[in-house]
């Protein structure tokens, strides 16, 4: 189906475990992101990505590492994971910059550090 | 002070009634601003833009802005017990790709 789609939609690890959340469009967007939802924090932005082999930090960067060598997919790792980093985790993509910039958003990984 | 500032609510109204949703920004050169749904335990998902001074209309929701004042809101017409949700506020502030998102503000609709 087309879509942006997000895996595991859950995930339980260890502190200092290394961890991958993948995330996958199919529209061919140029503009994909990574974002962490924490009561009273939002959405923050950790990572973001404007075409493939282009990435760069966000808000909230540190313990995260990113890669993007093709279009369609852009995985986040958790090098070695913390208690502070158990959150709600989105992918999005867009299409354009400047204006058009609405963002499609997957359905998220629960992520929780033990 | 935060980029962009939203009551957390909850924001209680009654079915039927007019939502009025309120958004404020810091940033005064902010080109493009959002309203996106977020239901519990799911993704948000885009309601309304809005670029330019003034309303915007779409069906029961209609986005106001106004850049002078650094304020944009959404107001929910005849409201329902399915636009319970929170509502968060977007800007997009120019650069590169910056979205700011404001903490959102939980709408319960009463029947």
């Known amino acids: 189906d087309a879509g942006i789609t997000q895996s595991p939609r859950y995930k339980i690890t260890e502190t200092g475990r290394q961890v991958t959340l993948m995330c996958h469009q199919t529209w061919s967007h140029s503009y994909m992101f990574w974002y962490r939802q924490d009561l009273g924090h939002g959405l923050r932005l950790i990572y973001y990505s404007a075409a493939a082999d282009i990435t760069d930090k966000g808000e909230v960067p540190d313990g995260y590492v990113v890669s993007r060598s093709k279009t369609e997919n852009f995985p986040l790792t958790l090098e070695s994971a913390t208690r502070s980093q158990t959150s709600v985790y989105f992918c999005a993509s867009s299409r354009d910059r400047g204006q058009n910039t609405e963002a499609f958003f997957g359905q998220g990984t629960r992520l929780t550090v033990v | 002070q935060k980029e962009v500032e939203q009551n957390s609510g909850p924001l209680s109204v009654p079915e039927g009634a007019i939502a009025s949703l309120n958004c404020t920004y810091s940033d005064r050169v902010s080109q493009s601003f959002f309203w996106y749904r977020q239901y519990s335990g799911k993704s948000p998902e885009l309601i309304m833009s809005?670029?330019?001074?003034g309303d915007k209309e779409d069906g029961r929701f209609t986005a106001q802005l106004n850049k002078a004042s650094q304020y944009v809101s959404l107001l929910i017409r005849d409201s329902q017990p399915s636009d319970s949700a929170t509502y968060l506020c977007a800007v997009y502030s120019g650069g590169y790709q910056k979205v700011t998102f404001g903490t959102g503000t939980k709408l319960q609709v009463i029947p």
């Open positions: 809005i670029y330019s001074n």
